[in-house]
């Protein structure tokens, strides 16, 4: 029979493998700790230590996740993990590009320009999915398959 493992070390078995946010650090480890005053002990420990971090996961996060998704779907996801919006709004990608996003997304999806009303209303649900705002999804669904638009910087 294995000795049991402390919660510290746990911890460090956790972070050692993945950015995880203090959050999910906590509902990961709570069932294996004797009291809450021991565990709130080893996330005070390891956030002062920077061993784990709300800003580097926020980070990690929005660096994997923004090629797929907008700002609104980003945000609500790190809301979800615990994450302080003024934390994840540091790191949420720009407008240009967002819309370079969402545009690239759209193109991947669909391959061509919406042929109707039914087909346009699929896209933007698609991208409202996605979580990319009203003004983003009507930038993309209008200059999506324009090259020169995205060449020349811009509206």
Do not use: C
Not at 71 to 82: D, I
Not at 88 to 116: C, G, N
């Amino acid at each position: 029979m294995k000795p049991q493992k402390s919660l510290r070390a746990r911890a460090m078995d956790i972070l050692s493998r993945q950015e995880v946010s203090r959050a999910g650090l906590r509902r990961k480890l709570a069932p294996h700790a004797e009291s809450t005053e021991e565990l709130e002990q080893v996330l005070a420990e390891f956030s002062e230590r920077n061993w784990q971090s709300d800003e580097r996961y926020a980070e990690a996060y929005i660096h994997s996740k923004s090629r797929l998704h907008g700002t609104l779907r980003l945000k609500q996801a790190l809301s979800a993990q615990g994450i302080d919006e003024e934390i994840s709004t540091r790191f949420l990608p720009d407008r240009d590009s967002e819309r370079q996003t969402a545009a690239a997304v759209l193109r991947k999806k669909f391959k061509q320009p919406a042929a109707d009303l039914k087909e346009k209303q699929k896209q933007v649900r698609f991208l409202a999915y996605r979580g990319f705002d009203m003004d983003t999804i009507q930038t993309a669904l209008r200059y999506a398959w324009d090259e020169e638009y995205w060449q020349d910087g811009y509206e």
